[in-house]
């Protein structure tokens, strides 16, 4: 909420209270992109990206957000066959400017493209992304998947690492060597329990 008041901010009963939601933001001294909808959340996910990409001043910022919408689409790094008006309604933008992004990331190694064709006429897309440039390396991935398979073991351990049913160490009366009475001493001056038994 915001109010229309006074020069000295006074009286502020006077004036009436507008909202502060208003359907051109451009009236407001907002810009228009903040009066677009939130995009819809889906099930896609991307696979980890070099920092590379993100830390790529050369590129533009709409290239980078287009690099990441196709690494969403693809998945595995396989070719995706679109159209620029798709991928437009996508990132919201033009279809001129969503060929400047193609062009961009295609100048620096991000993408190869090509044109898909019917009966002469070109229909679509064929974007490739450089898995190289693009997706962190497979080792990256594997350690990364190894550690959260070991935190998990280690949340998830079927028996505790030491047994908390039975702390006595037990030792046979009969059976008693050098390496008995020397094993007994060690655990009775590190506090543990020792029972000799017949």
């Known amino acids: 909420m915001r109010f229309i008041g006074s020069r000295s901010g006074s009286a502020i009963s006077k004036y009436k209270w507008t909202e502060a939601y208003h359907p051109c933001p451009a009236s407001i001294g907002l810009p228009l992109r903040k009066g677009l909808e939130r995009p819809q959340d889906s099930d896609l996910f991307v696979l980890p990206i070099r920092q590379s990409l993100v830390k ?44 400047r992004y193609i062009k961009d990331a295609a100048e620096e190694g991000y993408l190869f493209f090509g044109y898909r064709k019917h009966r002469g006429y070109i229909t679509g897309l064929k974007i490739r992304l450089n898995p190289s440039a693009v997706f962190a390396p497979k080792r990256v991935i594997r350690r990364f998947r190894a550690e959260e398979k070991m935190l998990e073991a280690q949340e998830n351990r079927a028996t505790p690492l030491k047994a908390d049913n039975n702390g006595n160490y037990l030792f046979y009366k009969g059976k008693m060597g050098d390496f008995e009475r020397g094993m007994m001493k060690l655990l009775q001056r590190n506090g543990e329990s020792v029972r000799l038994i017949e």
């Open 56 to 99: 790529d001043a050369r590129i533009m910022p709409g290239t980078a957000r287009l690099i990441l919408l196709l690494a969403g689409w693809s998945g595995r790094p396989n070719e995706i066959c679109t159209t620029l008006g798709t991928i437009a309604r996508h990132l919201g933008r033009s279809v001129r400017q969503v060929q």
